[in-house]
């Protein structure tokens, strides 16, 4: 099985209200779950690994954990931070992304093999607008 992910997390000051959005897409393009959730205070680069985060999560729970292990996952997203971070080119110095960091990392080595590609903001704009309903949401609290 092969899924691709459009990811974007942001925050309105930063750090301030934040939001983490996902769309998750099988292998033909068509979306089969989505996420959309308010963190609270956050900074960006937190939003940013929390979207990742909570989509793997969604996928686990919607394949199951026993196919997991036979999926692959394409994961796209505008923040070079996590992308570079997620593949060894940046170290991770920050203590809380340190921790973000590694919560990622263990659910990634639960797929069969996960990529990370940095897209234009334009090419995730699916992500980015369901970070921002939840940023909406948590704002009208």
Same mark, same amino acid.
């Given at each position: 099985m092969k899924f691709t992910i459009h990811a974007d997390g942001g925050s309105r000051g930063n750090p301030g209200p934040a939001g983490a959005g996902a769309m998750i897409r099988d292998h033909l393009g068509n979306s +089969?779950? =989505?996420? #959309?959730e308010f963190l609270g205070t956050r900074t960006n680069n937190y939003a940013e690994y929390e979207a990742v985060i909570l989509a793997f999560q969604?996928?686990?729970?919607?394949? &199951?954990?026993?196919? $997991? &292990? $036979? *999926?692959?996952?394409?994961?796209?997203?505008? #923040?070079?931070?996590?992308?570079?971070?997620?593949? &060894?080119?940046?170290? +991770?110095?920050h203590p809380a992304m340190k921790a973000q960091h590694a919560r990622l990392a263990r659910l990634?080595? *639960?797929?069969? =093999?996960? =990529?990370? *590609?940095?897209?234009p903001r334009a090419e995730n704009s699916d992500a980015d607008a369901l970070a921002n309903?939840?940023?909406?949401r948590g704002l009208s609290l």
């Open positions: +089969v779950a =989505s996420v #959309s969604a996928l686990a729970k919607l394949i &199951g954990t026993k196919k $997991a &292990g $036979a *999926t692959t996952v394409a994961v796209k997203m505008d #923040s070079e931070l996590v992308v570079k971070q997620m593949k &060894g080119v940046y170290k +991770v110095k990634a080595a *639960t797929f069969k =093999s996960v =990529s990370f *590609t940095h897209v309903e939840a940023m909406d």
